[in-house]
T-cell receptor, first 112, second 113 residues
């Protein structure tokens, strides 16, 4: 059974600081996804990571995937208040399977 | 406007009364999926569909049914709802083979008394 763990679950950080959210998963997979959810809202796709060593960047967010370590990271650079949200990673069970398991989410609060 | 719509957005019902939550997308996506979101548990996949007449179970399919008779619609059916199905439900769609642009609906908050 595929298990996906995120940490930390809660993160409060000051504006301008850097931090990393970690997503570990328990079985082999080459596909990992990051999503953002604002309070009371739906989810928004952020990144799709499709192979070992994949790195994607958008603004102050950068995501990477190490399939050998079964680990993805979401790095936040010089955080700003607008990045306050809950971030989820999700892992596809097998290539082409299209079945996803989500992590429990990391609630990020950026303090001015 | 490209979107996924869900109806109703909010529903309060009683145990055992059959209900359907509709999901529709206007992007001609083959892939559609249903999730439920519960505090502390993240999102859990209920069912997904790779195309018309092709559906498969996610991680938590018990107590739910789906159908995919048309490409654009993917209704979620609760034949006999129970209080443990009280949750926030999301429908999503994308092209298969990568979820590159998985679009989520606005969510349906269901309360079963």
């Amino acid at each position: 059974e595929l298990k996906v763990e995120q940490n930390p679950l809660f993160l409060s950080m000051q504006e301008g600081k850097n931090y990393t959210i970690y997503c570990n998963y328990s079985t082999t997979s080459d596909r990992l996804y990051w999503y953002r959810q604002d309070p009371g809202k739906s989810l928004e796709s952020l990144f799709v990571l499709l192979s070992n060593g994949a790195v994607k960047q958008e603004g102050r967010l950068m995501a990477s995937l190490d399939t050998k370590a079964r680990l993805s990271t979401l790095h936040i650079t010089a955080a700003v208040h607008d990045l306050s949200a809950t971030y989820f990673c999700a892992v596809e069970h097998n290539f082409g399977n299209e079945k996803l398991t989500f992590g429990t989410g990391t609630r990020l609060t950026i303090i001015p | 406007e490209a979107q996924v719509t869900q109806n109703p957005r909010y529903l309060i019902t009683v145990t055992g009364k059959k209900l359907t939550v509709t999901c529709s997308q206007n992007m001609n996506h083959e892939y559609m999926s249903w999730y439920r979101q519960d505090p502390g548990l993240g999102l859990r996949q209920i069912y997904y569909s790779m195309n018309v007449e092709v559906t498969d179970k996610g991680d938590v399919p018990e107590g739910y049914k789906v159908s995919r008779k048309e490409k654009r619609n993917f209704p979620l059916i609760l034949e006999s709802p129970s209080p443990n199905q009280t949750s926030l439900y999301f429908c999503a769609s994308s092209y298969p083979g990568g979820f590159d642009e998985q679009f989520f609906g606005p969510g349906t908050r269901l309360t079963v008394l």
